[in-house]
């Protein structure tokens, strides 16, 4: 029979159990209330953290007061089982995520709605799909490195340079290098195909990955913490857009865009079919493409504008004129789905597993069996 010292024990266990899950909740929920008796609701489900999605939703919420605005902040494939688990009746009006083939096949599958508006329809056609899916961001995947490293080696500048250091000083690098898991993380495993369609020395990379026991982890923020700890000496694939607000408060850490090519993902954001407030939904992704929103991007956020008349820092202008041939975009379409194919999905994990099958465990445990993904944040 428990004690009622114990019952108490158990209790406050279980109370602060429960705040630090409210907290949680709430931190990753935002909630901007109407200014009006007649209040129109809008519900957002995105993979967008609160600091950087929160300008953009506090300017379109000055712009429309009488919007009562809720946003849940969640992971890249928690957001598509949801919205496919509600695909008969929706709770989102707006669906906005990076995870760009996930994004592309709920909208193929008729969950996303059209936006006839004369934004979406000047739009640059790279960066749409019809007028249903738009890309409202530009964001280019990074390397980053710990300062000190240059004091023993050259730092990596491309892929190629990467590569090379990994070959001729593995030991050095041993455990110090780290990236996504291609098994665990939808991103991971999109810039995984990307790489392998682009590069011809893509899989020698990986291999020397594998051999240098680089680390894997799901998230961008869990490769920065590691880098700034100094666990990790170099970071390959990262998020720009995360990284870049890091590094400016961790001067021990360099971003590095890939002078041979970079990735650039674009979060794709799309009016739920069925939304349950359509007019709100259609006034927010207009906002998202228009010359204001986009120039509050590239001022305040780190997330790159796509509007062909915003210019200067923070435009997908300014990347393309000083990187020129290097960018490479992830491209809306079709090719999209081919990523999402199981049998290619599991060639390209098997040679991973390959790669690394004589990696010891890692903290997070070893690599997961070649199945579907599984519900993992990829940010």
């Avoid at 796509?306 to 090719?335: C, F, K, S, Y």
Wanted: charged share 20%; net charge negative.
């Amino acid at each position: 029979m428990m004690t009622l010292q114990r019952i108490r024990r158990v209790l406050g266990i279980l109370l602060a159990l429960s705040l630090m899950t409210t907290t949680q909740a709430h931190a990753r929920t935002l909630h901007f209330a109407a200014d009006s008796e007649s209040p129109q609701p809008l519900t957002i489900y995105g993979v967008l953290d609160p600091p950087q999605v929160r300008p953009l939703l506090a300017d379109f919420h000055s712009r429309h007061p009488d919007i009562d605005i809720k946003y849940h902040n969640l992971e890249t494939l928690t957001l598509h089982a949801r919205v496919l688990q509600e695909r008969n009746a929706p709770r989102a009006d707006v669906l906005m995520s990076p995870a760009m083939p996930w994004q592309y096949e709920l909208a193929n599958e008729g969950l996303s709605a059209p936006l006839e508006s004369s934004a979406a329809a000047a739009w640059p056609s790279w960066a749409r799909w019809r007028q249903e899916l738009f890309g409202f961001t530009f964001e280019p995947i990074v390397m980053v490195y710990r300062r000190d490293l240059a004091q023993r080696l050259p730092p990596p500048a491309s892929h190629a340079d990467l590569l090379n250091l990994l070959q001729q000083h593995a030991d050095t690098l041993d455990r110090r290098v780290v990236t996504y898991d291609p098994r665990r993380s939808g991103a991971g495993y999109t810039y995984a195909i990307e790489d392998a369609r682009i590069s011809a020395r893509y899989w020698d990379l990986v291999e020397a990955l594998g051999e240098s026991h680089s680390a894997l982890e799901t998230t961008t923020g869990a490769m920065l913490e590691g880098l700034s700890e100094g666990r990790y000496w170099i970071g390959y694939n990262l998020i720009g857009s995360y990284v870049q607000d890091y590094v400016a408060a961790h001067p021990e850490l360099v971003m590095v865009v890939p002078q041979d090519y970079a990735l650039v993902l674009q979060r794709l954001v799309m009016v739920s079919r069925n939304a349950p407030h359509p007019a709100t939904a259609q006034r927010f992704v207009d906002y998202l493409l228009s010359a204001p929103a986009q120039r509050l991007l590239a001022s305040r956020t780190t997330l790159g504008a796509v509007h062909p008349d915003i210019e200067g820092d923070g435009t997908a202008a300014d990347l393309r004129n000083r990187l020129g041939d290097a960018i490479r975009p992830v491209q809306i379409g079709p090719g999209l789905l081919a990523t999402m194919d199981t049998l290619k999905r599991q060639t390209l994990l098997e040679q991973w597993q390959q790669a690394f099958d004589n990696r010891p465990t890692h903290a997070d445990g070893p690599l997961a069996d070649p199945s579907p993904l599984p519900d993992a944040s990829t940010e």
